[in-house]
């Protein structure tokens, strides 16, 4: 068992300095972190009100011997490294040996430990960094027990900004759950007061764990492992097929080095590839476990080491994108990706055109900031993203990357009517067709008139769900068997506390077991009810949201999309969207109508 001592000055002034315990969540993340560097196989976590009055961690790893115990809470003790050279090569989580210092200085903590080879456990207890005794106590086998508990109970202002139980356990989970997936050996359990909420055992294969703990389907997840031994590379992926769909990234997952990492260039990459495949505005399900050389990724660069810098990041992008192209393709998705191969580059552009002119697009608060922000530094040239279709990839005012503004529609022609004038010639149009079904085409003299028939159904259902909510009448369909939904842990947590308030939206849901709801009634115009109920529990907690917010997350790319409309149809879109209180734009902000006027063709053709 290595022993603990504590770093020398000249290596504590190259760690990037300062562990910050923000909220329990930071506790769980050391505390577990610590446990798998011992080696266990076996790991708990208990938790009372999220962590905040209890957080106790226990694992049946190496231990730690009874004189090395004084030393872990002193700053900068640690067993994991020793000399400058070690900062290079990092094989444990943690090694700046700041964790169990910073978290003794703003709580009460107790470790309880027994290595193998000693005959009975022993125990410390500090308070606020201070006042330990240490003392034998009984173990149960081998391991570690450490229990926190009043966390910041001596610096209120801390303690202030923790926010709601269920938005602590959420943060929680969002550790937690990247790591249980990484190991599948390794059985985790979690329990949240008398709940349990994960509880998973060993299993082969990291697809089984992740059907395992995020309640996926075994048949829509697989597995590609490739080495490359000559550069000392070996890749994992788990990738979900196009069945898997989801409003956020939540189910994107990037290890590095058995660390839970966020890189923007690899989540870019992967996205794209699976953008040949998926309907716009939704996101896959992966996750991406790579080995590099130690020496190849600095993980110093910030204190909580979620960001890493890799070395040859563009050539781990690029195996990434062709094995994750390579899965998808021979995998029964073969008809699209070779049909979106050859045009894939002109269509994405061509969706990019098509949604760059809304530059006055405003983003709902639900959508987290990174989806609207675009990596054009994420490779070399052939890689460099041309338009991320179906995210809202381009953030105001930014143009194509590649200088691509030839093509613009200038703003002012597309806008070039006021509202009411706009209006009024909507309701005097005739229609003459759909294209992509998606776009209703509709022509008075001197323009065509091309409404957006998924932003227009979202923008008509939003004002019929707000009016409803406002009388409470809110038009229900009862559904004669109920609909299961499958739900992530988080979202399932979200779910109980938010029930009540989704009887509101006409939403009647009970559970039906640990992992499943079932959806009874539903607002009569949402259809894809998965989606809808995927967007109203993510993010901020749908229990303290207003009756727009609710309906706007209701409605989020829930309605209508893709299908093919009649005619009749067509028109009755545009007969409900005229009457809406705010036409044209839906309730995203991105635009419903947009007008194209002939002088502008005219232009386009050279002909003024
Ligand atoms: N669960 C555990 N099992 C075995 N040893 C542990 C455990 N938790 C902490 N330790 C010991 O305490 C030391 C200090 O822990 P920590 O403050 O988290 O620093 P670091 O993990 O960076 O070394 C570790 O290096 C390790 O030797
Ligand atoms: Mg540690």
Redo the contacts with the bound molecule.
Sequence with gaps: M?R?HILKPEIVSKIAAGEVIERPASVVK??V???L??GADTISVELKESGKTLIMVK?N????EQD?LKT?FTRH????IKDIGDLYSIR??????????SIAAIAHVTVH?KPEEQETGWGIHLRGGEDFHNRPCSFNGH??E?TVKELFFNTPARKKFLKSNTAEIHQILNIFIPYTLLHNHIRFSLTHGHKQVLNVGPVPGRVNRMADVLNLNKQQLMEVKRDFPERDISVNLVLGDMNIKRTRRDMQFIFVNGRPVQNKAIGFHMNQVYRLIMPPETYPCFAVAINVPPENVDVNIHPTKREVKIKNEQDICAILRSLCEQALMTSGHAKQVTRHMTQGTREDVEQALLRTHASDITFDSDVPPEAHEITTDAGPASLRPTAEAGDYAYPRGQSLPGGKQGFFIPKNDLFAAKKDNLQSRLEQSRYIGNFSNKYLFFEIERSILVIDQHAAAERITYEQLIRQMEKGTIEVQHLLSPVLIKLTPQEILVWEEAKDKLETLGLSVTQWDEETIAVHTHPLFLKDLEKTMQNLLAGDNIAKCDHETMARRACRSSVMAGDKLSPEQAKHVRDQLIKCLDPFTCPHGRPTVIELTQDFLDKQFLRT
């Design positions: 290595p603990v050391e505390l972190e610590n446990a560097d011992a694992d790893g190496h231990g730690i090395d872990i003790a640690t067993s994991k444990s989580l943690g090694f700046r040996g700041e964790a169990l210092y430990s391991g570690t450490v």
